[in-house]
């Protein structure tokens, strides 16, 4: 049972994630030599172009940790019920966390298309956009 606690705590550390982190960065945009945050060479060029990546992806991440926090719960009370032994609760936990690392990796992609639809290659808003 200790092992079922352990990995459910592991497992909602992503969700927790998403919801915090994006959370702050919808109030809150590192700056451009921060220590974290998020940084592509696009959202690097200029400030308008990194409060806005920050803020888009951040809304992004809320969303998902939304939609992840309740996914992960649910499952974990399916596998206390099931009573699965430890290898499978395991590989299903694991599976869980590497299918919300993967969701957060994949955001990258509609924040870059977002940047590249609202910045030019220099980081200056494109026209009709501020």
Known sequence: ???WFFLFFCSLLMPAT???VGWYFTRHTPGRNSAFGYRTPLSGK???ANAFAHQYIGR???KIGLVSLPVTV???IILLVLQLDKDTTGWIGGGLVLLECGAMLLTILPTEVALHKNFDKD???RAGEE
């Open 123 to 125: 980081g200056a808003p």
């Open 74 to 76: 649910v499952a974990f």
């Open 1 to 3: 049972m200790m092992f």
């Open 18 to 20: 998403f919801l915090g």
């Open 46 to 48: 200029s400030d308008l």
């Open 60 to 62: 992004l991440w809320w």
